[in-house]
C-alpha cells in the first residue's frame, strides 16, 4: 500500500497547485477524496482508477481527470509506472470542464509539459513563478481537451490474488503465443480446475475472457506508439488475422481499433 501522507499536504487551503510525481513497481490506494482536483497521466504501465462503482483503464497517452471532493481508488501491478499526479485549487466559476471526471488523450505537447515537471514534487507556490505559471498553463489549456474525450469507458479485469499476478505478468509477456487454460495451470503447478476456480472466484471472469482483456488492453498501447500497422499489432497480441482482431476490440471497447488509431494520429 503507498504510503498517502501527502494527502494533508495536498488540501493545505494556501496551496494552489501541488504535485507528486512518482515511479513505483506497484500501487494501491484505497478510497479517497481530496479537496483540490487531480490530473493523473502514467507513463507505461496499466493504472485502474474506480469512480462511482466504475472501473476506469488509463490507456497509454491518456490522462484522466478527477474533480474535487469524488471519491476513487487507484491500482496497478505493473513492474514500473511513472505517475505524474497534478492536484489543482479550484474556483467556484471554473470552466464546466473542471467538473466533470473522465479520459482524455494528450497529444504530444501536453504530454511534453507532463514529462517535463518529472523532478518536481511538493506545494508549488509564487515564489517560484516559473513552475507556477507552467502549471497555471497547464490548468488553462485543459478545456481545449473536450474533443480528445475518449469514446468509451475502457475496463480491465485485474487480479488480486498473487498466483493471479504471476500468470497474468507472464501471460503479458507472451500474448503472441496460443496459450490454453491447460498451459498454464501446467506451468504453475495447478490443475486446469483450479485454475478455472481461482479466476471465476477472483475476477469473476473465465481463462478466454481474461486473456481477452490483457490482449486488448497491450493493443490499446501499441496503437498509440502509432509504430506498428495493425496487422501487426493483431500478431504481436496474439490474432491470426486481422479481422479476428478487430472484431474482439469492437467487442471489448464498442470501438475499431482504426477508429482508436485515427484518434491518436489526430492528435498528433
Known amino acids: 500500500m503507498l504510503n498517502t501522507d501527502y494527502f494533508t499536504d495536498i488540501d493545505n487551503n494556501e496551496t494552489e497547485f501541488y504535485i507528486r510525481n512518482l ?14 482536483s487531480q490530473l493523473l497521466y502514467a507513463e507505461g504501465g496499466i493504472i485502474h482508477i474506480f469512480i462511482n462503482d466504475k472501473h476506469w483503464y488509463l490507456p497509454a497517452r491518456c490522462f484522466i481527470w478527477i474533480p474535487a471532493n469524488t471519491p476513487h481508488s487507484i491500482l496497478s501491478y505493473s513492474k514500473s ?15 464546466d470542464f473542471y467538473k466533470k471526471y473522465n479520459i482524455y488523450y494528450a497529444d504530444d505537447l501536453l504530454r ?19 513552475k507556477y505559471n507552467f502549471l497555471k498553463t497547464i490548468k488553462s489549456i485543459l478545456p481545449e481537451m473536450e474533443s480528445s474525450k ?20 507472464y501471460l503479458k509477456d507472451n500474448l503472441e503465443k496460443n496459450l490454453t487454460i491447460d498451459d498454464i495451470a501446467k506451468k504453475f503447478g495447478l490443475s486446469s480446475r483450479t485454475l478455472s476456480r481461482k479466476f471465476k472466484d477472483g475476477l469473476g471472469i473465465n481463462y478466454v475472457r ?3 482483456s490483457l490482449r486488448i488492453t497491450k493493443s490499446f498501447e501499441l496503437i498509440s506508439k502509432n509504430q506498428y500497422n495493425m496487422y501487426e499489432i493483431a500478431i504481436m497480441v496474439g490474432y491470426n488475422s486481422l479481422a479476428s ?3 474482439v476490440f469492437y467487442t471489448v471497447t464498442g470501438i475499431r481499433p482504426t477508429e482508436y488509431s485515427k484518434i491518436t494520429q ?3
Open 81 to 95: 509506472v511513472d505517475m505524474y499526479n497534478f492536484y489543482f485549487k479550484m474556483d467556484k466559476n471554473e470552466d
Open 150 to 169: 475518449i469514446p468509451v469507458i475502457l475496463q480491465h479485469a485485474f487480479p488480486k490474488d498473487k498466483k493471479l499476478i504471476e500468470i497474468a505478468d
Open 245 to 247: 482482431f478487430s472484431n
Open 23 to 36: 515511479n513505483l513497481y506497484k500501487i494501491e490506494i484505497s478510497t479517497h477524496t481530496h479537496e483540490k
Open 112 to 130: 511534453e509539459m507532463f514529462l517535463f515537471t518529472k523532478k518536481w514534487n511538493g506545494a508549488i507556490t509564487t515564489n517560484d513563478i516559473v
Open 266 to 268: 489526430k492528435k498528433k
Open 210 to 212: 481474461f486473456l481477452r
